[in-house]
């Protein structure tokens, strides 16, 4: 799901990123192949596609994100899955779970496919749910055919099965979802306390979008009204380019083009403060990167931010009065912002993106191994396949047919990803050299 021209700021790609830069280090036998856009957007190299166990291929889908949420090629995904031998995939776009399902069939079994949700569709959107609907029963859909649904917080999941309870009630016992926190906190990305650089003068960052439901204008209002008694300043780390003139017209602001990670942070560490007043989340990765850096961060108590700060933070408004007011505090007593820094840094490290990566490697297994498929053929089939498999530590996908007809199985009645998940049984991972998928005989069978 890609939602913003600038792939590097689309929180998706965020995600993604950080996720599994961390997690093929911690399990070097999974590898993840990625469709990447090769039109329409922007995209500044900054290594992750150096790592030898993620595979970008391109990928053609318009920019606009609703579009590209239900642009699917049928016949390009399922060479994807017949080339790589994919038997899982970690969508991140349940409304497309269907059309997922439908690439690799046998009359028991489909593909494996463990939905992410990065948007929800719902009425606390400031958008008309009138011509929304089809996007609303898609997700419930999708959420009803996954394996498995990974919801960021709490809130995200009890939009899900609002929903669902609202428009597809029947449906309200058959999904399989569960909270994983979007766990971001990485210590490679933390500065020792006493050594931390702000800039000279108390500024705020502001690194959400500039749209509608994030209530942009309300909070620069806010901020022209502080501007009347206090001296700041605003570095703008925009996500689009929606509205820029508009907030770059303001005397207290200065724009900040960061094309990777590392410019971002090196701005976002200097700042002092964040505060919006977006009214839909469903994690909010900016807001949790300035709590990791050690910014105050003054935000709505609504949405996801009671999860992310502690429903007791002195940092939550419940209006706009509050807010401001609560602004002026910092900006008059600037120690205030170093204190609610401090606390925010401790709480962000129960978001720790070790514990992350264990959690999501656990539902990755568990859908490996759910079902054994190679216990499931039958005497003759599996003794064929074990004096095959002894001449062999290593065989390219490629030679699966051979397989295939030497245990005398057709595609039809063995797809690929029933057949990968009799070669993990039979004691063999797979892994992608130049780009090819091998299975090798584990070490330890």
């Known amino acids: 799901m890609w939602s913003v021209e600038n792939l590097n700021k689309d929180s998706n790609y965020v995600h993604i990123k950080k996720i599994l830069e961390v997690f093929t280090q911690m399990f070097p036998e999974y590898y993840f192949v990625i469709p990447f856009p090769v039109k329409h957007f922007k995209?500044?190299?900054?290594?992750?596609?150096?790592?030898?166990?993620?595979?970008?291929?391109?990928?053609?889908?318009?920019?606009?994100?609703?579009?590209?949420?239900i642009t699917f090629n049928g016949e390009w995904y399922k060479d994807v899955v017949e080339k790589y031998s994919i038997s899982t995939i970690y969508n991140q776009i349940p409304e497309v779970t269907g059309q997922l399902k439908c690439l690799d069939t046998h009359f028991a079994s489909n593909i494996n496919v463990i939905n992410q949700h990065h948007w929800i569709h719902h009425e606390s959107l400031p958008y008309a749910m009138q011509n929304q609907m089809q996007w609303v029963y898609w997700q419930i859909i999708g959420d009803v055919l996954a394996d498995v649904n990974i919801y960021n917080s709490n809130y995200t999941k009890d939009m899900v099965y609002d929903n669902i309870a609202k428009y597809m009630p029947e449906f309200s016992d058959k999904v399989n979802g569960q909270v994983l926190h979007m766990g971001l906190w990485n210590d490679e990305h933390i500065d020792n306390n006493s050594q931390r650089k702000r800039f000279d003068k108390f500024t705020f960052c502001y690194n959400h979008r500039l749209q509608a439901y994030k209530n942009w204008e309300t909070t620069f209002e806010i901020f022209d009204e502080l501007y009347k008694k206090h001296d700041f300043n605003v570095?703008?780390?925009?996500?689009?380019?929606?509205?820029?003139?508009?907030?770059n017209k303001r005397p207290y602001t200065t724009i900040y083009d960061c094309k990777t990670e590392k410019e971002y942070y090196d701005v976002l560490k200097k700042c002092h403060a964040n505060t919006f007043n977006s009214q839909y989340e469903t994690f909010c990765i900016s807001i949790f990167e300035s709590m990791m850096l050690g910014l105050a961060t003054i935000v709505p108590n609504t949405t996801t931010m009671p999860e992310l700060l502690g429903k007791e933070s002195w940092q939550l408004f419940n209006n706009t009065e509050e807010q401001k007011q609560k602004l002026s505090d910092l900006l008059t007593t600037p120690n205030m912002a170093y204190v609610c820094g401090n606390k925010n840094i401790n709480t962000s490290r129960a978001y720790n993106i070790i514990d992350y990566c264990t959690s999501l490697e656990n539902i990755f297994k568990g859908q490996m191994t759910k079902v054994n498929y190679y216990e499931s053929l039958k005497d003759k089939n599996k003794d064929k396949l074990n004096n095959y498999l002894k001449k062999f530590n290593y065989i390219n996908a490629s030679d699966l047919k051979k397989i295939r007809r030497h245990i005398n199985l057709s595609n039809q009645s063995v797809p690929n990803h029933r057949l990968v998940n009799i070669m993990y049984h039979a004691g063999y991972n797979q892994k992608l050299e130049k780009g090819e998928p091998v299975f090798c005989k584990k070490l330890d069978k």
Not at 236 to 247: D, F, H, Q, R
């Open 43 to 69: 995209y500044y190299e900054d290594g992750l596609f150096d790592n030898p166990n993620i595979e970008r291929i391109p990928y053609q889908i318009p920019l606009a994100k609703k579009l590209n949420n």
């Open 235 to 247: 570095a703008v780390c925009p996500v689009g380019t929606s509205n820029i003139e508009k907030v």
